[in-house]
Structure formats: structure tokens, C-alpha cells
């Protein structure tokens, strides 16, 4: 995004942070009333809002050695080599030309693979498949072209049965079966179609999420695109690496709402752009801290806060320097976001955003929010109508988000042929085929591809199984779940018939990374033992999360099931929960028969 870099100039510079944020009481001198209450509450508040990291020189952000005891050990790892040099000081070319067992022999270099590559988008899969990598990008509002994925799949097909792809759950592509020393030409490739994987892991922001049907629906509130580019160039100083948000306590989330149906899932994101007006300026209300984590769960909350629409990026970096400066970096499981605004409050935590603002201030919410309350969610998978007249959007179902290299080379080409070579991702892990001529619409649906794997009008159960990577390929998963999940699916729908659809969430780990707690049945992965008292794979179940306007964060509802007797219990679930009526099956009329009951 060569065009916004002069317009986001300004967003690279140290923080300023306003003289206001340390009075001392008009009514006290220096030393009086040294152990009072008040003055004692005062300088606790001073001390928690002093910023715990400082810039280095080269633009490094490091922890003050006054808040490094009790860290954990994700920041001693920071401290002891800042990640971002493997992009910035050649140390990644000189890592990859390095032999891999010579990289092993020492600890840093473990370190290297396991920790900091993830800063450049690389996940090692030590566990199940030792030498190879996973490489995640950054795809702004889930917006990829024909060229971008015929050169995915050119990478994952050079691996074989190691290679393939997945949409994730943040509109996003995942290539997998990469080594390392590979690395370097892949991102030479990456950068040659517009594409980059920095910052993409570990304690950074994630891909901004925004409407998939942006700019095409005709419904649509306002187009994110423009938006969530604005913000993944920020992020990443387009593409180069913006180190002032390198450093971050944990990982962080955004997305820009653009659809009445909340596609975009803003109540799961640290930060969320709802579109509002105010005083007859278009802009976003902000909701702040939503998150998944193996230890809590929490669903955003409005910040009382306005920006319009010139204020995305300058209020996304006061809320990210907030963070940056003030949250804690001990316990990994108290590091997310919600737990720095728990600790100061909602309205100090603003006040912290409103000092790092371009002129120190911040608008209250506006009551003139453009969502609408009773909105029915809407379908995008199949064919529907744009807003371009004679053009339509094809959504199609990728099972489970897992596409093989002969999957995405077919889509690339069905892009050009039929639209106009762009292809959309969905948080579902499906994708969106638009600007499809209506008179090319037949043709198209008799794609071999949309007849035999990725189909417009999947059943009602299919459309809405969203699954993590699982422990085929993730050392952090306790059961697999991609294959199982659309095993147990299939049996289901053979011991059911539905009337609505049901979204079914599988994840392998308390990670959350299926994001069960937004389905309307979720999956997570255990260890349980079976009827023979042997261990076995199972799941902990969870009902009623829901999204939309009426937002909600599912609960446990079953605990350690084996996942081998789970196809009845959710069978027993969707009567009793979603009104599903149960199949006759043919084992059903055999028994009948034996009973002389036929």
C-alpha cells in the first residue's frame, strides 16, 4: 500500500504522552503529608502509569530493567534477542543458510526456531512434523487475488503431502510443509504479488478482519476495505516492519464492522470499529478487550468512545501504545488486553488512550449507531445479487477451511475466468468468488471444483462447521479435528434431519482457536477415558454462543465425552436444543423387524 505510506507518516513517531497524565494536588508542596492516604494512592497511580518499556536505539522497545522481575518467559526471550532482528539485521537469511541441526545445538538457536520466527509469520511444528513450518500472512479484510494463490499453491505444491493450505478463523491464509531454508525466496515470492507474513505471530496484531461482502453488498453499512488496509499498513509500516508494536504483552486483535449481520464478530477483537454518525460525521464507536484464552474468556465492551472515520489509525495505535506501555507482562495467562482495562478500569484505561491521541482528546460514543437491531442474518454461501448491477457473489464452502495446492491452482483459475480475479475469505474459513457476470453464473456452477469439493449449497450442518488446525499438524492440540469433525458431522445429519442451520465449532486445545465459544455448539478438545476405562481423544461441549447483535459467549454444557460415542450425544443435543426430528434410519428398521414390528 505504497499510496498510504505519506498519510501514516506521522503514526511512526515516539508517543507523546500529555504532561496531564501526572498532576500533583494543588494543595500539597513537595514532602507534605508524605504518608497520607491520598498522597500515597497517588504516587501507587503514578508509579502503575509509568510506561514499562523504553526505545532503543535502531526503534527497539524493550522493558525497563525496573519491571523485569517476574516476568515470564516469553519476555526473557524478548529481552535476550529481540525477534524482529531476524527481519531487520539479515539474521533470518543468515539462519536459514544455516544447517538445521547446527541451529539445534545451541539454546538460542532452538529458541530462534520455536519463539522468535513467529515474529516473521514462521511456526515450527516440532511436534508432529519436526524441520517443517507453518507460515501464517496477513491478508487485510481477507482480500487475496488470483496471482496471490496460484503463487500459494505453487509453494505448498513443491512439498508434496506436507503441503497445503488453510483459510483460519481471521480471514486469513495458512500455508504449511515450509522449510526453512526456503524461507527467504518465499518471502522474495510474497513480496513480488503484494503479499507479507511479518508480524503475523507471537505478541503482535493480528490480521484486521473487516466485511467480507465489502464493497459488493448491497446492504452493506460501509465498505472496511479501505479501512483495514489503512491498519495492516500501520501495523506493519507496509510491510516493512513498524517495531514500535512489536513488543506487545500478548497477542491483539481488530476488525472494522461493515455488514447489519456483524460478520466481522467484533465482540471477540481487542478493538472494534462499530460504524455511527455524529453530529453529522460518519465514524466508528469502539468497542475494546474481547478475547479467547485458555483461562478466561471475555466479550468486548464499549470503550464510550467516538472517532471518525480519519481517526481509525491514530486511535488504533494510542490503544495499542496503552497496551504496550502499560499491561503486564508476568503471568501469560493475565497478559491479554481485558485484564490491563480490569486492573485500571474502563474510564482510567480511556483516559490512557486519550493522552496518546494526536490532540490528547477523545469523543464520547455517539447514540447514532448504523447497525441495525433486528437485521436477519443473512446467507453468503451460494449465489447472490451485488449491488453492481448485472454482477453477483458466489460464496463457497470449503470443508472445514483445508484446501490442497490443486484446490487453490482451480480457484485462481475460476477467479479470472468468471470474475475478476479476486477471491474473498470468511472468518467461517470459507471463500467468496465475486463480481461474477450473471450470464456466466450457469457455467460457473458447473465447475467440476463447485460439483465435487467446494460446494455453494452445502447441507445445513456442513455450512456452519468451522474446525482449528488440530493435532495433525499443531504440537498444542489434544485430539484431531478437522477429519473428525466432518466425520462426526456426517453421522449426525444421517441421524437427524434439521430445519435451521447449527454452527458447530471444533477446537483441539483451550487455545480457542476454532473459537468455540461463539458457536451454537462447541467442541473442545480432552483427553477422557472411554467405556472400557481405556484414555481416549473427547471433548468438553459447549451451547449457546452466539453472534450478531444479540452477541454471546457460549458455556460449558458436557464435560469429557469420548469422541468416538459423540455423534449420538449431539444428535440428542439438536432435538432437545434446535428442534431437529430424528431419521429413520435402515439399523432403526431392522431392529423393528426383529421385534416384529415392521
Known sequence: MTSSS????????????SSRRIRRPLSQSPGAAANSPTRKAVEDATERLEPRVEER??????????????????????????????????????????????????????I????????????????????????????????TTSEQTRYLAGVIETYGTEGCADVTTRQNWQIRGVRLPDVPSI???????????????????????????????????VDTRPYTSLLSAYVTANSKGNLSVTNLPRK?????????????????NDLAYIPANKNGRFGFNL???????????????????????????????????????????????????????????????RSEIENRMPQGKLERASPEELVEKQWERREYLGVHPQKQPGLSFVGLHVPVGRLQAADMFDLAR??????????????????????????????????????????????ILMKGLVACTGSQFCGQAIIETKVRALRVTEEVEQRVAMGRPVRMHWTGCPNSCGQIQVADIGFMGCLTRNAEGKICEGVDVYLGGRIGIDSHLGELYMKAVPCDDLAPVVAEILIEKFGAVPRVREDDDDVLAAAGMS
Open 287 to 349: 468497542l475494546v478487550g474481547g478475547f479467547f484464552s485458555p483461562k478466561r474468556c471475555a466479550e468486548a465492551v464499549p470503550l464510550d468512545a467516538w472517532v471518525p472515520a480519519i481517526g481509525v489509525v491514530p486511535v488504533c495505535k494510542a490503544v495499542l501504545e496503552a497496551y504496550r506501555d502499560l499491561g503486564s507482562r508476568s503471568n501469560r495467562q493475565k497478559t491479554r488486553m481485558m485484564w490491563l482495562i480490569d486492573e485500571l478500569g474502563l474510564e482510567k484505561f
Open 57 to 110: 536505539e535502531g526503534g527497539y522497545w524493550v522493558l525497563k530493567e525496573k519491571f523485569r522481575p517476574g516476568i515470564n518467559p516469553q519476555e526473557k526471550v524478548k529481552l535476550e534477542k529481540d525477534p524482529m532482528t531476524l527481519a531487520f539485521e539479515d539474521g533470518l537469511r543468515q539462519l536459514a543458510a544455516t544447517p538445521f541441526e547446527e541451529i539445534e545445538e545451541s539454546k538460542s538457536g532452538k
Open 252 to 268: 491483539w486483535n481488530v476488525c472494522v464492522v461493515g455488514s447489519h449481520e456483524l460478520y466481522e464478530h467484533p465482540h471477540i
Open 414 to 459: 475460476i477467479a479470472d475466468a468468471y470474475g475478476s480475479g479476486e477471491i474473498r475469505l470468511t472468518v467461517e474459513q470459507n471463500i467468496i468468488i465475486p463480481n461474477v457476470e450473471n450470464s456466466r453464473l450457469g457455467a460457473l456452477l458447473e465447475e467440476p471444483l463447485l460439483k465435487e469439493r467446494f460446494s455453494p449449497e452445502p447441507s
Open 112 to 143: 530462534d526456531l520455536d519463539v522468535r520466527l513467529k515474529w516473521l509469520g514462521l511456526f515450527h511444528r516440532r511436534k508432529h512434523q519436526y524441520g517443517r513450518f507453518m507460515m501464517r500472512l496477513k491478508l487485510p479484510n481477507g482480500v
Open 6 to 17: 505519506a498519510s501514516l507518516q506521522q503514526f511512526f513517531q515516539p508517543p507523546r504522552i
Open 187 to 221: 518471502l522474495d515470492g510474497l513480496a513480488a504479488v503484494g503479499l507479507t507474513s511479518l508480524q503475523s505471530g507471537m505478541d503482535n496484531v493480528r490480521n484486521p478482519v473487516g466485511n467480507p461482502l465489502a464493497g459488493i453488498d448491497p446492504f452493506e453499512i
